[in-house]
Nanobody, 122 residues
Framework: QVQLVESGGGLVQTGGSLRLSCAAS????????MGWFRQSPGKEREFVAA????????YYADFVKGRFTISRDRAKNTVYLQMNSLKPEDTAVYYC???????????????WGQGTQVTVSS
């Protein structure tokens, strides 16, 4: 059974930083990419960032480029999202996601975490 557990969310002031972590378990030892999405009240869930199994390829939504960095530690089965220069519009529930072996794009995922709240105060 696949489990993704996010942590690291919280309340931060505008311009501050947070680092989200996502610990994965139960994934078969095959290539899988991982990503982060977010959802604000009244809005659809949106793609934030993704990283390939090797970690060599990363993808970002335009609105986080230069501010957020995704990384992964394969030995720990953990993916991170370093968020800097946070803005009030970054306030959302952030979800970690993992791909199954058949996914070929960084925008489609099979497994989801429960989410962690990030609130940026103005």
């Amino acid at each position: 059974q696949v489990q993704l557990v996010e942590s690291g969310g919280g309340l931060v002031q505008t311009g501050g930083s947070l680092r989200l972590s996502c610990a994965a378990s139960g994934l078969t030892p095959s290539n899988y990419g991982m990503g982060w999405f977010r959802q604000s009240p009244g809005k659809e869930r949106e793609f934030v960032a993704a990283i390939s199994w090797s970690g060599r390829s990363t993808y970002y939504a335009d609105f986080v480029k230069g501010r957020f960095t995704i990384s992964r530690d394969r030995a720990k089965n953990t993916v991170y999202l370093q968020m800097n220069s946070l803005k009030p519009e970054d306030t959302a529930v952030y979800y970690c996601a993992a791909q199954g072996p058949k996914r070929t794009t960084p925008y489609e995922y099979d497994y989801w975490g429960q989410g962690t709240q990030v609130t940026v105060s103005s």
